[in-house]
């Protein structure tokens, strides 16, 4: 399983908004987090368009998160911004015959990683993430 540079932005900008109480600009999340700004506005639209971030227009605007940081997961934001998290490619079970036994029970070992990858970050609330003094 590798999470791309897309992902990895993309939960630091957000984890960012979870830790402000107004809005933040794109310029402002960029410089903090040390993250090239045209490549982070391309990250937080599809952020946006999956209801994950709102933007702000106007003078005081920017991105906020779409709601509390509790209810956003790890989970939410690397699957939208790299597709669902796999970790292999073998057939759909039950697609194609196994042609040996051993075939079929180490692809068993391959959908309980994945299944506990996903359990595990879904369970990862942006809330849990933020100190608590923070906390939105």
């Not at 998160?65 to 759909?92: M, Q, Y």
């Not at 996903?118 to 849990?128: F, R």
Request: proline share 5%; aromatic share 6%; net charge positive.
């Amino acid at each position: 399983m590798k999470i791309s540079k897309k992902a990895y932005y993309g939960l630091r900008a957000v984890l960012a908004l979870a830790q402000s109480d107004k809005p933040l600009s794109t310029h402002t999340i960029a410089n903090a987090e040390h993250i090239p700004e045209d490549y982070l506005e391309k990250i937080l639209q599809s952020l946006r368009r999956a209801n994950l971030v709102m933007a702000h227009k106007g003078m005081t605007g920017g991105y906020v998160l779409a709601r509390p940081a509790k209810e956003i997961s790890v989970w939410d934001i690397l699957c939208e911004l790299d597709g669902p998290i796999k970790t292999f490619s073998a057939p759909v079970k039950g697609a194609l015959p196994c042609l040996q036994v051993s075939h079929c029970q180490t692809n068993e070992v391959w959908r309980t990683l994945e299944n506990k990858v996903k359990e595990t970050l879904s369970n990862i609330s942006l809330g849990s993430l933020v100190p608590k003094n923070t906390t939105s």
